[in-house]
């Protein structure tokens, strides 16, 4: 079956370490996302990448990096300089950037503690 | 500023009544229109979309939406729920600006009253 996968779906951090969130996708999109999800804020964007070895910042980049070596990878990592990380991540690709439809991976929910 | 608007964070429903949830969008042109579906702990599932043509628009699940340009809207429709349907309603648009992107409203959670 194609689809995008994230793991591990829950995963737990101290503070001032970093941690890195997989997704993986099989559907051979081009477009890759990252967004956060808090109560009550919707989505919002982290990173976006609309073909290989090319990424841009989102509205929320600060504390976060990412890499697109492979067209079927996007990891996302949150590093120690993210002051607020305890959220819920989706990853979500498209076929062709942006404003095609996006399909979403299951999530990862991350707490810092 | 381009923005999507939920007014409705949290709707109940009995079971079998019908549903509408309201969407708002500000932009300058008419932009592309999703909504999407969470269960909770999970992803974001596509209900519907809109692109170009008809206004009416059929989606999965017994959903539809209907574009009105004049209103900037793009309310989403059920005529009869079913206890299922409980869960988190995201409307969604698609911009084309100096780069592409996707802006999501807030959300609105939806209960379901057996």
């Known amino acids: 079956d194609g689809g995008i996968t994230q793991s591990p779906k829950y995963l737990f951090r101290k503070e001032g370490q970093n941690v890195t969130l997989s997704c993986e996708q099989n559907l051979n999109h081009d477009a890759m996302y990252w967004y956060r999800q808090d109560p009550g804020q919707g989505l919002r964007l982290i990173y976006y990448s609309q073909i290989v070895n090319d990424f841009q910042k989102g509205d929320i980049a600060e504390g976060y990096s990412v890499s697109r070596e492979k067209k079927e990878s996007f990891p996302l990592t949150v590093t120690s300089a993210q002051k607020n990380p305890t959220a819920f991540y989706l990853c979500a690709s498209s076929i062709s950037p942006s404003t095609d439809t996006q399909y979403f991976g299951p999530g990862t929910r991350l707490t810092v503690l | 500023a381009q923005s999507v608007t939920q007014p409705d964070i949290h709707i109940t429903v009995s079971e079998g009544a019908s549903l509408e949830l309201r969407c708002n969008y500000s932009?300058?042109?008419?932009?592309?229109l999703f909504w999407y579906v969470q269960s909770p702990g999970q992803g974001l599932q596509l209900l519907l979309k809109y692109f170009s043509g008809d206004t009416l628009v059929q989606g999965i699940k017994g959903f539809e939406a209907e574009f009105k340009r004049s209103q900037s809207s793009f309310n989403l429709r059920k005529p009869s729920v079913h206890w299922s349907d409980a869960a988190e309603y995201f409307c969604a648009v698609g911009l084309k600006t100096s780069y592409d992107k996707v802006i999501f409203g807030p959300g609105t959670s939806l209960s379901v009253i057996p």
């Open positions: 932009y300058g042109a008419t932009p592309y």
